[in-house]
């Protein structure tokens, strides 16, 4: 992954977490790659079965946190949106509709 090639590297950690099921790096460095392309949510659930598998690995948990905080922020700027929307076709002054 360090090449950019993340895309490239997904199918191969794929493989080693099925081969492997119960190995935490495997799914934490799937995560990482799933994570980078954009694909949080899947990325989470990677994260969380590395913790699950080893409960001590720091680096999940930190990866979990960045996730859970990445997905929480797309699902607050869909909001957002939605709201912007409904504001803008409702009201006579739709320029003000989206600010904070």
Sequence with gaps: MRT??????????????????DYASAHNNLGTALQKTGRTNDALAQFQ???????????AHFNV?????KWEESRRQKGNLKRCG???QTSNRP???CRD
């Design 4 to 21: 950019g090639r993340t895309e490239e590297a997904i199918p191969h950690f794929e493989r080693a977490v099925k081969i492997l099921p």
């Design 49 to 59: 079965q590395a913790v699950k598998f080893k409960p001590d690995y720091w680096e």
């Design 65 to 69: 946190g960045s996730a859970f905080c």
């Design 86 to 88: 409904v504001c803008a």
């Design 95 to 97: 320029n003000r509709c």
